[in-house]
């Protein structure tokens, strides 16, 4: 009985993690939505699927209704200094209508932002159908 408990135990000390870090993350993505004089708005068919927030550790990005990439595919997020000065940000994945994802290159001097399809790991520079970008 005391070994059943002690699982029981662990499972729910690992449940009650994993709701503190999603209410950690949700609650960077309020923050950052409401800053609207910091960032960038990305937009999709003209409406904004995602945000860049520059953080003191970097930049948050904030993505609603993506849906997952492709097969042996991953999104990659560039920073723009003018029109053909894209630097990665980074590769991430989406989970479920809204993911925020932390990024270690701060989103500060740039022009623009834009999210690409690319291969699996990414590419040096956007070679993907751009899906999302900054007006």
């Keep these: 009985a005391a070994g059943a408990l002690a699982v029981i135990?662990?499972?729910?000390?690992?449940?009650?993690?994993?709701?503190r870090s999603d209410l950690d993350r949700n609650?960077?993505?309020?923050?950052a939505l409401l800053q609207d004089d910091q960032g960038v708005d990305l937009q999709s068919d003209g409406s904004t699927v995602a945000k860049v927030v520059p953080t003191n550790e970097g930049s948050t990005l904030?993505?609603?209704?993506?849906?997952?990439?492709?097969?042996?595919?991953?999104?990659?997020?560039?920073?723009?200094?003018?029109?053909n000065k894209p630097v990665s940000a980074g590769v991430f994945d989406v989970t479920g209508d809204l993911s925020v994802i932390e990024v270690e290159r701060r989103y500060s001097g740039y022009t623009g932002a834009a999210v690409s399809v690319e291969p699996e790991g990414g590419s040096t520079q956007p070679r993907g159908r751009i899906i999302a970008g900054s007006a």
Excluded at 67 to 81: H, N
């Design 62 to 83: 904030i993505v609603a209704g993506l849906g997952e990439a492709p097969d042996r595919r991953t999104y990659q997020l560039w920073f723009l200094r003018g029109e």
């Design 27 to 31: 609650e960077k993505a309020l923050v």
């Design 9 to 19: 135990t662990i499972g729910l000390a690992a449940i009650v993690v994993q709701a």
